[in-house]
């Protein structure tokens, strides 16, 4: 089977830094993705790591330490429109596993 | 192509009717995925498509639903004998295959309320 767990709750200002964390436990494993969702929005997919390191785009990085089971969402210059629910997934063969998401709230 | 789109957009039942779900996926995209969202929860994963082979499905997927996307390009999700438990966000998505699975593009859901 497969799990995968985020914090369920961020807060930052405007303008700071906010670091998403996701660690996983899998059966199989081809790369970990994140994906935004707005309320009452759908899921927009923001990245996909399938090997070690750093995935820079624009404001948005993300990171996988395959050794570690581990990843996270680095968003900068956050901005209002940015606080939503952020999930990480697992993708095994066709197959994604997501996590409960984290919300994401952006304060003036 | 604007996109994945899916029909209807919210579906009000009784407990045990069958309801039919519609997903049209972005044209040129071999896969085709449906998930069920619930409130505070992410995407559970229920089946998907590779053409029209369903190649995989969720363990946790009941016999009363059933999923089938017969050309290749629309599918449909039918849930049989519907159950208050049902009530969720549907979610379809789709997307290119390996090394592109993982980009995966969703339509706004259908909302199923079964009273």
């Known amino acids: 089977g497969q799990s995968l767990e985020q914090p369920s709750e961020v807060t930052a200002v405007e303008g700071a830094i906010v670091q998403i964390n996701c660690t996983y436990q899998?059966?199989?494993?081809?790369?970990l993705s994140w994906y935004q969702q707005h309320d009452g929005g759908a899921p927009t997919f923001l990245s996909y790591?399938?090997?070690?390191g750093l995935e820079e785009t624009g404001r948005f990085s993300s990171f996988l330490s395959r050794s570690d089971s581990y990843g996270y969402l680095l968003l900068q210059e956050l901005q209002m429109k940015d606080s939503a629910s952020y999930f990480c997934?697992?993708?095994?063969?066709?197959?994604?596993?997501f996590g409960d998401g984290t919300t994401l709230t952006v304060k003036p | 192509d604007t996109g994945v789109s899916q029909d209807p957009r919210h579906k009000i039942t009784k407990r045990g009717q069958n309801v039919t779900f519609r997903c049209d996926p972005i044209?040129?995209?071999?896969?085709l995925y449906w998930y069920r969202q619930t409130l505070g929860q992410g995407p559970e994963f229920l089946t998907y498509?590779?053409?029209?082979?369903?190649?995989?499905k969720s363990r946790l997927l009941s016999d009363r639903f059933s999923a089938e996307r017969p050309k290749g390009s629309f599918s449909t999700l039918e849930i049989q004998r519907t159950e208050q438990g049902d009530s969720a966000m549907y979610l379809c998505?789709?997307?290119?295959?390996?090394?592109?699975?993982?980009?995966?593009?969703f339509g706004p859901g259908t909302r199923l309320t079964v009273l």
């Open positions: 790591n399938a090997l070690d």
């Open positions: 899998t059966s199989g494993f081809y790369g």
């Open positions: 498509f590779q053409n029209e082979a369903q190649l995989e």
């Open positions: 044209s040129e995209h071999n896969r």
């Open positions: 998505a789709s997307s290119l295959v390996e090394p592109r699975a993982n980009e995966q593009f």
């Open positions: 997934a697992v993708t095994n063969a066709g197959k994604s596993t």
